[in-house]
């Protein structure tokens, strides 16, 4: 198991957003964070990641307390592409692509190495932006600019992804183009991915298991047909829905708020 949370609880200022939650993240499978607003999905997913510190609990990632492990092996091991992405002016895609080696290189060393370039290209290549890898960041469109920061996660050659609402803000052509690159590299490399979407349809549609969160704790997790019930959606959303068999497997369509 490459990432794994027991008993975690935290949040912000000594004030506990998520409680007691227990999961594991199997090597090669992708797992969804779903839940309504405000019910701990982004917060949970910073404190898998490190970026939090839990109030108590543990989070290990391959066998070790995250927690405890500098952050350049945290960086070997596991990235993260946050909902907001901070760059310098300037930066050209590649030059931000290269970041991503950072973490394999010993301090003293500047330059890119023969291995460090071609993990560069790879990912240049995986993510299909090559054609504007040499244009500055900030002239990229949405969609162009998820993938330049995908590439630049993926240049890091982790274990585990993980991805925090990686559809926000993007038109329904480019969520397709950038969830099914992920499927491809999930199923292809094997890349073990946590993702917190907003859109339940797309986490039935992508997910191999759907972690469902309602205020802070864990409310459900299993495989999609198991999770995305009438019966779960009506607790979790307040929505009364119908679940539809489509050709890209289950999917919901909201019928009504649900009645207490």
């Known amino acids: 198991m490459p990432l794994e949370a027991k008993e975690l609880v935290g949040g912000y ?4 957003i998520i409680r007691e939650i ?8 992708w797992l969804s964070l779903v839940g309504a607003n405000g019910s701990g999905k982004s917060t949970l997913l910073k404190i898998l990641s490190r970026i939090l510190k839990p109030q108590s609990g543990i989070v290990i990632l391959d066998g070790k307390a995250i927690h405890e492990l500098p952050p350049h092996l945290v960086a070997q ?3 993260i592409l946050p909902q907001q992405q901070t760059f310098p002016t300037g930066l050209t895609v590649r030059q931000l692509v290269a970041c991503g080696r950072s973490p394999h290189q010993p301090w003293w060393q500047w330059e890119l190495n023969a291995e460090d370039k071609q993990k560069v290209e790879e990912a240049i290549v995986e993510t299909g932006i090559q054609e504007f890898s040499d244009r500055p960041v900030e002239h990229l469109s949405g969609g ?17 992804l993980l991805l925090d609402e990686p559809t926000t803000y993007l038109d329904i052509n480019y969520q397709l183009q950038l969830l099914e690159l992920l499927k491809q590299l999930n199923v292809q490399q094997k890349l073990s991915i946590v ?3 907003h859109e339940v349809n797309l986490a039935a549609r992508y997910s ?8 802070g ?36 369509c909201p019928i009504a708020i649900a009645r207490g």
């Open 217 to 252: 704790r864990l409310w459900d997790i299993g495989t999609p047909a198991a999770v995305i019930t009438p019966e779960n959606i009506a607790q979790v959303f307040g929505v009364s829905v119908a679940i539809l068999q489509t050709p890209v497997g289950l999917q919901i």
């Open 22 to 29: 227990n999961l594991t993240l199997q090597s090669g499978e």
């Open 195 to 197: 993702t917190v979407l």
């Open 13 to 16: 200022n000594n004030l506990p």
């Open 208 to 215: 191999s298991r759907i972690a469902m969160l309602k205020q």
């Open 144 to 160: 162009e600019r998820q993938r330049a920061f995908l590439a630049l996660a993926l240049a890091q050659s982790p274990q585990v």
């Open 77 to 79: 091991k596991l990235a």
